[in-house]
């Protein structure tokens, strides 16, 4: 199946889970991270959910990782050259929604991408080889192509994997884990 058709399944399939079950579904993916030997790193980058567009709850995530003392990073998108600026988040990291509705830090200690241990990464689908579909756009992608090779990246997901392989291209990001409410996917 193509990446246009994915998304647009997936897109559709969010629009049906009530806020009740993007909560549970939420603290599950959260609970089942804990299981996972990620826990030792200081950078953790994670993505601020686009409420409008019903992505994964990473508060639950954001608490374990407070909790741990880690430091966590997010970012900023820039659409002109969709790229991404990332920011240490602090008790002062002032948050506001861009005009997509993504929430972004306004400004902050900027953080490298080749300091970072762990990236908790958004997607709509994956498959069992670890490719994923995003929006379209290819940020996550060259954001994870500045990261060390040896990076975590995570993909959060509410479904299962795709039993199909997805379409890949030679600058896709494959993912190492993508943890869904029931399982955890090693690639």
Known sequence: ??????????????????????????????????????????????????????????????NILAGKDKNVVISKSDFKDL??????????????KNRFNIPEPVAGIEIKATQLDVVFVPLLAFDTQGNRVGYGKGFYDRFLADCRPETLKIGLSFFEAETEDIEASENDIKLDYCVTPNVTYRF
């Open 1 to 62: 199946m193509n990446k246009a058709e994915l998304r647009s399944i997936y897109k559709t399939r969010r629009k049906t889970l009530t806020t009740e079950q993007i909560e549970d579904y939420s603290l599950a993916i959260a609970n089942t991270l804990l299981e996972l030997k990620i826990w030792d790193y200081e950078f953790y980058h994670l993505f601020l959910p686009i409420q409008e567009q019903r992505e994964v709850n990473t508060e639950y995530i954001l």
């Open 83 to 96: 790229s991404m600026t990332h920011f240490l988040l602090t008790d002062g990291t002032q948050i506001k």
